[in-house]
């Protein structure tokens, strides 16, 4: 069967749920993770939550109220905390070791790449 062949198929059977003649195959749901209990867990402020995320404040807060939710490595970086809060003392390590701010301190400029990294990629999964 070809891709093109392949690509219709599926395309004929998303028609097909979609309208309620055909039932998923499967149905994949992600846990948005609790944000309020992750940090009340690990001991740590907003502000630390936040610096470790490589986020601000006021995404951290809107986490936390549901009013909006981590998507993309940040809830990966989440899911993985919640699933092993280890992990949050290791990216805490990398972050205070990478810190922009006492690289600004010593050379009095903090570089744009520093600022940007401040939470490494996730484990693979």
Excluded at 48 to 76: D, Y
Excluded at 78 to 87: F, K, M, R
Excluded at 89 to 100: D, L, Q
Excluded at 107 to 121: D, E, F, L, Q, Y
């Amino acid at each position: 069967m070809s891709i093109f062949n392949e690509l219709q198929t599926s395309l004929e059977e998303a028609i097909s749920i979609k309208h309620g003649k055909a039932q998923a195959s499967r149905t994949t749901r992600h846990e948005v993770a609790d944000v309020k209990a992750i940090r009340a867990a690990l001991h740590v402020s907003q502000a630390e939550f936040a610096k470790a995320m490589g986020t601000s404040v006021v995404t951290i807060k809107s986490w936390k109220t549901k009013r909006r939710n981590p998507t993309g490595l940040a809830a990966k970086v989440l899911a993985t905390i919640q699933d092993n809060p280890s992990y949050f003392s290791e990216r805490m390590a990398t972050v205070i070791t990478s810190n922009p701010t006492n690289e600004r301190r010593e050379t009095g400029k903090t570089s744009r790449a520093n600022a940007r990294c401040a939470v490494p990629p996730s484990p693979k999964f």
